[in-house]
């Protein structure tokens, strides 16, 4: 199987893409637009991954998304073969994630990151501006072909939610997630701030 995808320039290229850019899922349109590559030929590519579990596919909104398997077997070789020549990619959805206003702290959840059970995808912890976050949430949607669930909070409501043990909290942690800016540890309540 390694020689087979080592051996073709379009699926080193695709495994390359997914173990070097963040692991989260993608759709087909939005692979296609980075890598440019037909959807066709992706398709078949991807159908031949998910087939030898290299990927997990899922679907959501009748949008099918891929993400990388990290428990497949042969992971650490395939990382090593394919990957060796490269460095990550930094993933432009986290790019514009940063970008939404003055943020303490974003992570990705629920499809984003495979787990599409989860009630959302983006919790983001800070002050957004919300003409930003409608621009993004509707290039997101046409970049992947599904909404985002997100979710704001301020920095103190944030913390309080996580030292108490918040379930809504509790479901993103404790899953799988990817953290796309995180400055929420070490930081204290204002004064007079509710604990």
């Given amino acids: 199987m390694l020689e087979d995808i080592l051996e073709s320039n379009h699926k080193s290229e695709v495994l390359a893409f997914f173990l070097l850019a963040p692991e ?17 030929i992706l398709q078949g590519i991807l159908k031949e991954f998910d087939k030898f579990s ?22 650490p070789e395939i990382k090593l ?23 303490q702290g974003a992570f990705l959840s629920g499809a984003l990151t ?5 009630p959302v995808d983006l919790l983001i912890v800070g002050k957004i501006n919300l003409t930003k976050l409608d621009l993004f949430l509707q290039n997101c949607k046409k970049m992947m072909g599904i909404e985002i669930n997100y979710s704001i909070m301020t920095l103190e409501e944030f913390q309080m939610r996580r030292h108490t043990f918040d379930r809504f ?3 993103i942690f404790d899953y799988r997630h990817l953290v796309v800016l995180d400055h929420t540890q070490g930081s204290k309540p204002k004064k007079g701030a509710k604990k």
Avoid at 25 to 37: G, P, T, W
Avoid at 54 to 75: A, C, D, G, T
Wanted: charged share 30%.
């Fill in 81 to 103: 073969s394919v990957t060796k020549n490269h460095k990550a990619l930094e993933d432009e959805l986290f790019i514009a994630i940063r970008k939404l206003g003055e943020i």
């Fill in 24 to 40: 989260r899922s993608f759709s087909i349109k939005e692979l296609s637009k980075r890598l440019h590559i037909s959807d066709s």
């Fill in 169 to 171: 909290l509790k479901d």
């Fill in 54 to 75: 290299v990927i997990i596919s899922f679907m959501r909104e009748q949008q099918m998304l891929y993400i990388i398997n990290q428990k497949h077997k042969l992971l």
């Fill in 114 to 118: 495979g787990q599409p059970q989860l």
